[in-house]
């Protein structure tokens, strides 16, 4: 159903209803997962249901961009830059989505459904507080973190084609479950209704995030689009071609960058 909802072409052209996939495509996995665990824990489920509609249109994009690349254009931008911000949008989406969900469930039951995010998040606080505090684990800890991270995204990618969706997801996932914790947050202790809560929730989870959350995310958006390339390009035959394989080397470079200024500015 999903995979005939959207063409590669039209994601490519008009990302604003990538994100409006991605939301409805988060939206009823949950609902899905809901149903089958029955009510239990199911946030790695929702994640894996998300993956099954999306791959069908990434793998198709991935094939097309590799088919694109053959064809000499004049800056590295006009290659690439519409399917990262298609990567991009799609994971706009899905925290758009994965929010709505989580303020629309009643706050016992989304606090069960999404345990394993809630439980990253918290662990995610734990390694940010220990880093400014007590712990050594400040800039190269989170550098090797994320790295290998990036390393798993490269590796998915190259292997499944668009398996770095899953990284791209469940990451979306964890930021769409922290706006919908600090909705929840800010509706008891203002007292004000759940849309006003969710409308505040949404920028201030942002500028948490920022800006080292940006710098991370676009790595891995670039990282899960060389690695697709690269595996469309052998699958294809295509390895002669040496644009692609310099462009594959821009783009790893690019995502090693942004994953290093994102690391650094979080360990400030």
């Not at 590669?8 to 996939?21: C, D, G, H, K, M």
């Not at 399917?83 to 989406?93: D, K, R, V, W």
């Not at 398996?163 to 922290?178: D, E, F, K, P, Q």
Request: aromatic content about 8%; some cysteine.
């Amino acid at each position: 159903m999903f995979d005939l909802i959207l063409s590669p072409n039209t994601a490519e052209r008009r990302p604003s209803r990538l994100i409006a996939f991605g939301l409805a495509l988060s939206i009823v996995s949950t609902w899905l997962g809901v149903i089958i665990g029955n009510m239990g824990e199911v946030g790695h489920l929702i994640v894996a249901l998300m993956c099954i509609g999306s791959t069908p249109l990434l793998v198709h994009m991935i094939w097309s961009e590799e088919e694109e690349e053959r064809k000499i254009k004049e800056t590295f931008m006009e290659r690439h830059g519409k399917i990262i911000e298609a990567y991009g949008s799609l994971f706009i989406g899905v925290v758009l989505g994965i929010s709505l969900a989580y303020v629309l469930l009643p706050n016992g039951i989304a606090t069960k459904i999404f345990n394993p995010q809630i439980s990253e998040l918290k662990a995610i606080h734990t390694i940010a507080v220990q880093g400014h505090i007590a712990s050594p684990c400040g800039f190269a800890c989170i550098l090797m973190n994320n790295l290998q991270v990036l390393a798993f995204v490269l590796l998915f990618s190259f292997l499944y084609g668009a398996g770095a969706i899953y990284v791209i997801t469940w990451n979306a996932s964890i930021v769409g479950v922290l706006i919908g914790v600090t909705s929840n947050q800010f509706s008891r202790t203002m007292g004000i209704s759940n849309s006003l809560a969710y409308l505040i929730a949404l920028p201030v989870s942002t500028v948490r995030l920022l800006p080292h959350g940006i710098f991370e995310i676009t790595g891995y958006l670039i990282g899960g689009v060389a690695g697709g390339v690269m595996s469309a390009a052998i699958m294809r035959g295509h390895t002669k071609y040496r644009v692609i394989w310099r462009d594959i080397g821009i783009m790893v470079g690019l995502s090693v960058l942004f994953i290093v200024i994102g690391a650094f500015i979080e360990s400030i």
